[in-house]
């Protein structure tokens, strides 16, 4: 399948977040990839969760329309209540993980276009369905960043979107006739199977913008091949927000909705935030011994990848053995590719084993 590339360039765990801040000794065999990770013997060496964490460790998420100002909202938030503020994820977030000094091609992230998708939804080729695919695998990645950032800091996290509401763009697109039902039934699978892993964040907030509103405002942006989505998409985002995805968040967080004009008060946001107690959700119920196992699995990107991949063929995201083998040889060839991080001579690394 075209999404298991994700295995050739997914980073192994806490080291995709904390890499640039490590400093290893060099030793015997000493890899300069190596990370110090926690694990079981860091638990039984008495390493717990629950002391870090505090009234403001939590994950929150902004929802809403596309250009309903969910961003602006977010950072100003983050810069106020003191939490770490998580850009909405693009198609190249692996790039970011893997810390590339370029972005790398589709070939390498997911083999999709967001800027074909909206000039062209319904091309032949399967792009808009994979494209909704890796950008929940996305999704579920920077969600497992945040959490394990939140655990390992007891710093909160304020992300744009996430797993449990990236369904809402499948609605649409299945609504507007982008893609197929064997496409919506695989999504269905694969999401029942990974956000179950996942506890939903403390606090959903919404930004409610009308879709003749964001229509207007997508017509202004500087991305022309934004100018033309047309208003039934955008309704239909709309509905499955309001009719699906709050509904089901406010059984399991604390939720706030806002119009566009009350999201402008940061300020007043931020009391709402601080006044909730967050004493409903599965979040109230774990120990140290269930936050031990989220922690083992948020670190492990290939396990949190991995959930997403099921033995079906389907021809939007299907890819050949000699197209995954000439694809995974061209990943190979690129600069510092050919070895693990450190022992790569094209990029100047220096391989000394001892010293």
Known sequence: MALRV???IVPSGAAALRAAHISQKAGVHTSSARSLMYGWLTYCMGERTMPR???ASRIITLDGNLASGKGALASKLADTLGMLYMPEPDNHYMDKMTKEKEPLSVDYNGMCSLEKFYTD???????SYRLQIWMYTMRLLQYADAVEHMLTTGQGVILERSPFSDFVFLDAMFQQGYIRKECVQHYNEIKHISVCEFLPPHISIYI???AEEVEKKLKQSDKSYLHNVPLSYLKSIEDAYKK???PKIMETSEMLAYDANQALDF???AEDVEYLKCEKGPWVEQDNVTYHHMRMLVQDKHAVAGLTHIPLFLPEITIG???YDEKFYAYKSLPGKKYVAGYNADVGDKLIWLK
């Open 6 to 8: 994700i295995r050739q």
């Open 53 to 55: 964490l505090t009234s």
């Open 121 to 127: 939804p319904k091309a032949a080729d399967g792009n």
């Open 208 to 210: 409610d913008v009308p």
């Open 244 to 246: 699906t995805f709050l």
């Open 267 to 269: 300020e007043r946001v």
């Open 321 to 323: 053995a000699h197209d």
